[in-house]
């Protein structure tokens, strides 16, 4: 069936390094896949997004990278401030669709 | 309103009461998602409307579980007899029509059923 993973349920980062937080999926069909960012107390909130015609795209401070021949997805965040400590879903979507799917979620704290 | 509003924010429920879980969405945001939460876990796929429409209620767990949009915007869920195992976050989210549909969370309700 559908399922979105991901390969580490945490990271650990020292304030000012880069981090990567990778993801594997497994759904051929889909066709956009998107990071968010998810605060403790809070709702999941959008970071990237990335078609599956595009390789990479970056944003402020953070990069998504997609290799469609092993499905596998990951975001850069460069320069990892204490802001960045939260909880990391990768979610993947059928343009064709509507509903998006998530996975479990890596939990990247950072050290001062 | 400037983003997705849900209520109450937190709700304790005794095993077999009912419960009414609401969602105020971004004006004009046609499409609204509810999302179950468990603690650790990823989001999961309750519901989806499109306006008034319900065009996918697939992922409520069981026949307790009711969600309706009468009006096209407000929107909630409802679950009856609660028991344990519905304890989680219930998470709303809406997105504007579009063939990306990024989506617009609010902060969830967390029910737990004692």
């Known amino acids: 069936g559908e399922s979105v993973g991901l390969h580490l349920p945490t990271l650990s980062v020292q304030e000012g390094d880069n981090s990567i937080i990778n993801c594997a999926y497994s759904?051929?069909?889909?066709?956009?896949f998107i990071w968010y960012k998810q605060e403790s107390g809070k709702g999941p909130q959008f970071i990237i997004d990335?078609?599956?015609?595009?390789d990479k795209r970056q944003g402020q401070r953070v990069t998504v990278l997609l290799n469609k021949t092993v499905k596998h997805l990951s975001l850069q965040i460069a320069a990892t401030q204490p802001g960045d400590s939260a909880v990391y879903f990768c979610a993947e979507k059928n343009t064709g669709g509507f509903k998006t799917i998530f996975g479990a979620g890596t939990r990247l704290f950072v050290k001062a | 309103g400037a983003g997705v509003s849900q209520s109450p924010r937190y709700k304790v429920a005794k095993r077999g009461q009912d419960v009414a879980l609401r969602c105020d969405p971004i004006s004009g945001h046609v499409s609204l998602f509810w999302y179950q939460q468990a603690l650790g876990q990823g989001p999961e796929f309750l519901t989806y409307f499109q306006n008034e429409a319900q065009l996918d209620k697939s992922g409520l767990p069981s026949d307790r579980f009711f969600a309706e949009r009468p009006e096209g915007s407000v929107s909630t869920l409802k679950i009856q007899r609660t028991q344990q195992e519905d304890s989680a976050v219930y998470l709303c989210?809406?997105?504007?029509?579009?063939?990306?549909?990024?989506?617009?969370f609010g902060e969830g309700s967390r029910l737990t059923v004692l």
């Open positions: 990335i078609r599956s015609n595009m």
């Open positions: 759904n051929s069909a889909s066709d956009y």
């Open positions: 989210a809406t997105s504007q029509q579009g063939i990306t549909g990024e989506l617009f």
